[in-house]
């Protein structure tokens, strides 16, 4: 019951969240059509490679440190002090990066858009507060104020629909995909305001508990499995798209890019439930036993959701489709049953790796994260010239079917492992 209670709490502030995205999409696909769709899809991989690469990833260590009892109240503002370092210069060389690479971008990813310059500089811009919200996202994640993310995501939201409504108004289709940037952008910024709310650190008058390297190397080690998290399969994708793009057309490829937009919608209530509640819950109890029965509560309570989400979704495809994009997009109606298969196989494997990042089996984690994304590259480069369009789907049902046998057997034995060890104290 408890967790149904946050689940709707959050489902409030991410409902708004979601009109966002999809009131993005809509003007996209009125303003591009499915021949030249597909470049959001690209659009909004390099946002995701931003948000993560911005702040190093420092985000989930800062949860970590604010929701595990081990890590002293007064010792945070050292802490933060060495999270805001890391946020600055991640965030110059990821802009210094983006302009370095701009060339590259422009001819392969946004293929030559007319837009594409604007959207380069706009992208490297947005690593600045992106990279700070970071910190704000741990310290109300790790204080479990699940109100302030509530809070956060209904109004940053509202700045980002009335930016991108403006935008495409008087620029059209640049404002349109300009809009896509600044959505993060007003999120991340409300983020960082809400944020202080949080803060009951002493004053850093003291001297150190730990060393400026020591905390550097602590948040670092829980960024490389954020970004790792967030980037590799970004990345995947970046490449699947060409693939798609070369064995199929540019219609059909926007079909696919419209089908995944719409699961990346539907699948952030499962996925905020579980960095944002249950990361926190699991890193609180780290020091303690991990229970069967908590676990087997989560796989089936996920589990549960999606079939809801899924069942949902495809009964009423024929009508979303006509609202959220045109009816140009409606052959996407028979692709909409296999993204909702791979989705519930992939959110259920994130339970695992969510419960063995919260308990510090960091490398654990990074480590199948590598897995998921070689797996699921080599068997779209093998499937997709073959199968087309169905063999990126066949992929990825495939790939995640073997990521969640694996997590959950990792999960099993890590927690066997630790058993005896736990017991003998």
């Known amino acids: 019951?408890?967790?149904?209670?946050?689940?709707?709490?959050?489902?409030?502030?991410?409902?708004?969240?979601?009109?966002?995205?999809?009131?993005?999409?809509?003007?996209?696909?009125?303003?591009?059509g499915p021949e030249a769709f597909g470049v959001t899809g690209q659009l909004s991989s390099l946002l995701s490679v931003v948000s993560l690469l911005a702040g190093a990833g420092v985000s989930v260590g800062i949860t970590?440190?604010?929701?595990?009892?081990?890590?002293?109240?007064?010792?945070?503002?050292?802490?933060?002090?060495a999270a805001k370092r890391i946020a600055l210069i991640s965030s110059c060389l990821l802009?210094?990066?983006?302009?370095?690479?701009?060339?590259?971008?422009?001819?392969?990813?946004?293929?030559?858009?007319?837009?594409?310059?604007?959207?380069?500089?706009?992208?490297?811009?947005?690593?600045?507060?992106?990279?700070?919200?970071?910190?704000g996202q741990g310290k109300i994640n790790g204080s479990h104020r699940d109100d302030l993310y509530a809070v956060s995501l209904v109004t940053g939201s509202i700045a980002g629909i009335i930016g991108l409504w403006i935008g495409s108004k008087y620029?059209?289709?640049?404002?349109?995909?300009i809009g896509m940037i600044w959505l993060p952008v007003?999120?991340?910024?409300?983020?960082?305001?809400?944020?202080w709310k949080t803060h009951n650190s002493t004053n850093n008058s003291r001297k150190r508990a730990t060393t400026l390297r020591t905390e550097t190397r602590f948040l670092l080690s829980y960024g490389a499995l954020s970004i790792a998290t967030g980037v590799i399969i970004p990345v995947v994708y970046i490449i699947i798209r060409l693939l798609i793009q070369n064995f199929s057309d540019n219609e059909i490829f926007g079909l696919w890019q419209a089908t995944l937009r719409i699961?990346?919608?539907?699948?952030?209530?499962?996925?905020?439930?579980?960095?944002?509640?249950?990361?926190?819950?699991?890193?609180?109890?780290?020091?303690?036993?991990?229970?069967?029965?908590?676990?087997?509560?989560?796989?089936?309570?996920?589990?549960?959701?999606?079939?809801?989400?899924?069942?949902?979704?495809?009964?009423?495809?024929?009508y979303w489709i006509e609202i959220v994009f045109t009816t140009?997009?409606?052959?996407m109606e028979s692709l909409v049953p296999w993204q909702l298969t791979g989705d519930t196989l992939r959110i259920a494997s994130y339970v695992g790796t969510t419960i063995l990042a919260a308990r510090g089996k960091v490398k654990i984690c990074i480590f199948t994260e590598i897995i998921q994304g070689v797996?699921?590259?080599?068997?779209?480069?093998?499937?997709?010239?073959?199968?087309?369009?169905?063999?990126?789907?066949?992929?990825?049902?495939?790939?995640y079917l073997v990521y969640f046998m694996l997590t959950a057997f990792l999960l099993f034995w890590c927690n066997r492992a630790a058993t005896p060890e736990s017991s003998t104290h």
């Open 1 to 32: 019951m408890k967790d149904l209670k946050k689940t709707l709490y959050l489902g409030l502030g991410l409902g708004v969240k979601l009109l966002a995205g999809l009131f993005a999409v809509k003007l996209c696909a009125q303003l591009l």
């Open 64 to 81: 970590k440190i604010y929701a595990d009892s081990e890590f002293p109240v007064d010792s945070r503002a050292d802490w933060l002090q």
């Open 95 to 135: 802009a210094a990066a983006i302009v370095l690479s701009s060339g590259w971008i422009i001819d392969n990813l946004f293929q030559e858009a007319p837009q594409a310059w604007l959207l380069i500089g706009c992208l490297a811009a947005s690593a600045f507060p992106i990279s700070y919200a970071g910190i």
């Open 171 to 177: 620029l059209g289709p640049a404002g349109a995909l």
């Open 186 to 195: 007003a999120q991340a910024v409300v983020m960082s305001l809400l944020s």
């Open 263 to 318: 699961s990346e919608a539907y699948s952030q209530l499962p996925l905020i439930l579980l960095t944002v509640v249950m990361f926190s819950r699991f890193a609180g109890t780290a020091s303690q036993p991990l229970h069967h029965q908590s676990v087997a509560k989560l796989y089936l309570f996920i589990i549960a959701m999606m079939g809801l989400i899924s069942a949902f979704v495809y009964y009423t495809s024929e």
């Open 328 to 331: 140009k997009f409606k052959a």
């Open 375 to 399: 797996l699921l590259l080599l068997l779209s480069i093998l499937l997709i010239p073959k199968y087309s369009l169905y063999g990126a789907y066949y992929a990825y049902i495939s790939c």
